[in-house]
């Protein structure tokens, strides 16, 4: 198979061979006489070829000759469309798979209310830093920064572009050149492997561990502060959880200690949430107003993970230090635009007028068993006359995803699918592949529609697509 594969792999052409072939072509001409044009004629050309490259397993399914001879018609059909092609490159998907906070899929969503609001400042002007009343120039941060503050119970506030930025701040404001302590357990890897240590290195900051994986204790603390020790630092860790025979210290405790050694106290809390999830039967977690009420000398957390928000790095705390990060020079480089603040703004408003149901991610995470059982009983029954996928309705569980709850199994119900001829693998492309792609998952020998994560007429999107599935 592989001499196959290294065969075939020789007969694509170099790109200059493309080009040159495609200057008598009469469909090329527009873009092959317009210098403007031509840069991205070279790079849609590199692109073709790389994927038939990385397809060219594909083609063992036909003959030697029958792939040679098709090859250039193949290769010109897709460059043609990738040419005249006017679609976006960040479209919309159809999240089936039932991870709620799904970061391949852009976290989480906007309240329907919020994104008009975010829509209208789009197309407006705004006052983004612009004090009215005065006529003079005005503070971006003030327009969120009150609502946070009676949101959270903080003295001040502000935001960055994301949650790791707000601990690069803080470490470059308040540490730079001097150490950080942090427990052994607590030294978090986010997604795409951005690592605390990392972050505190490129803020400035001397990363000093303590303690050991599974437990830390208040001693551990007291002995690693040195006279070079800037602050404390607590990293929640809301993407994983280490369980059995552990021991952590508290913030309430830290703030303590930094109290009788003159340190101030920080806290990552990663997706920290306004709301207090145990109602609805989640594990306990610190919400933010708690974290501030423990007497934190500041506290950041993500906008698009549990709060529901636009993605953004919040920092709340005692104002002598969120003062101080304002004063940095590396703010302006990660503040947020006025789309960001809108966003953030409208979902801010929402929970101070106490409509949490009205954030999508609790909606869904919230959605009550009944409820999905009869969706998902809806899209059996209207598969079900499709004589080309065999269809039922099963139990499973979702996941809140976005590195929150990472322990927590939400009881859903799936519908799940079977092709009657292909398989799952190619089924699943064939939905992911589709005008919208439609994101499912697998399990076993069927692909599952997980209802919680619909959105309404997705499942009519869903009906339709399958209906033209033909192996």
């Known amino acids: 198979m592989q001499q196959e594969i290294h065969r075939r792999l020789r ?13 008598d072509d ?28 990385e397809n060219i397993n594909r083609s063992l399914a036909d003959s030697y000759e029958e792939f040679e001879a098709s090859l250039w018609t193949s290769l010109r059909d897709k460059l043609l469309k990738k040419l005249t092609s006017t679609e976006y490159n960040l479209q ?73 930025a707000a601990v690069l701040l803080m470490m470059n404001t308040f540490a730079q050149g001097k150490e950080v302590i942090v427990s052994r357990g607590e030294l978090v890897e986010v997604g795409g492997s951005f ?37 404390l630092l607590k990293v929640h860790t809301s993407n994983y959880r280490v369980e059995g025979f552990t021991h952590a210290v508290t913030g309430a405790e830290l703030v303590e200690l930094g109290e009788e050694r003159g340190l101030p106290v920080m806290e990552d809390l990663g997706s920290g949430s306004f709301f207090d999830g145990a109602s609805l039967g989640f594990p306990t977690e610190p919400t933010i107003k708690q974290a501030v009420k423990s007497g934190l000398s500041l506290v950041t957390f993500s906008g698009d993970k549990l709060l529901g928000g636009p993605q953004a790095g919040i920092i709340v705390g005692k104002r002598v230090f969120v003062e101080r990060l304002r ?15 809108a966003a953030l703004e409208g979902t801010l408003r929402i929970y101070e007028n106490g409509e949490i149901e009205d954030i999508p991610v609790w909606r869904m995470l919230s959605a009550p068993l009944d409820t999905l059982h009869k969706a998902a009983s809806e899209l ?37 699918i079977r092709p009657v001829e292909g398989n799952v693998i190619e089924l699943e492309e064939f939905l992911r592949l589709g005008p919208v792609a439609i994101l499912s998952r697998i399990h076993k020998d069927r692909v599952l529609i997980d209802v919680r994560t619909l959105l309404s007429g997705d499942s009519e999107e869903i009906v339709l697509r399958l209906g033209q599935w033909d192996k």
């Not at 004063?327 to 603040?341: C, E, H, S, Y």
């Not at 004589?387 to 499973?396: R, S, Y």
Request: hydrophobic fraction near 45%; glycine fraction near 6%; aromatic fraction near 4%.
């Open 11 to 23: 007969v694509l052409p170099a790109v200059h061979e493309v080009l040159s072939r495609l200057e």
């Open 26 to 53: 009469i469909e090329f001409s527009p873009f092959m006489t317009n210098e403007r044009w031509l840069p991205r004629m070279t790079q849609c050309v590199r692109q073709v070829l790389q994927s038939a490259r």
């Open 92 to 164: 919309r998907v159809i999240n089936a798979t039932g991870v709620v906070l799904h970061t391949n899929c852009g976290r989480a969503l906007l309240a329907p209310e919020v994104a008009r609001f975010v829509s209208e400042q789009a197309e407006r002007y705004s006052n983004l830093e612009l004090n009215i009343k005065t006529g003079e120039r005005g503070s971006r941060y003030v327009h969120v920064e009150e609502l946070l503050c009676r949101l959270t119970g903080a003295e001040a506030a502000m935001v960055v572009n994301n949650n790791a």
């Open 195 to 231: 690592r605390i240590p990392e972050v505190l290195k490129a803020g400035g900051a001397r990363l000093v561990e303590v303690g050991a994986t599974n437990k830390t204790w208040r001693k551990d603390y007291e002995a690693a502060i040195g006279p070079d020790t800037a602050l």
């Open 327 to 341: 004063a940095n020079q590396l703010t302006r480089a990660l503040r947020v635009d006025k789309l960001t603040l």
């Open 380 to 416: 059996v029954m209207a598969l079900q006359p499709n004589q080309k996928i065999a269809v039922e309705l099963k139990e499973d569980v979702s996941q809140v995803g976005g590195g929150a709850w990472p322990t927590v199994g939400l009881p859903t119900w799936v519908c799940a």
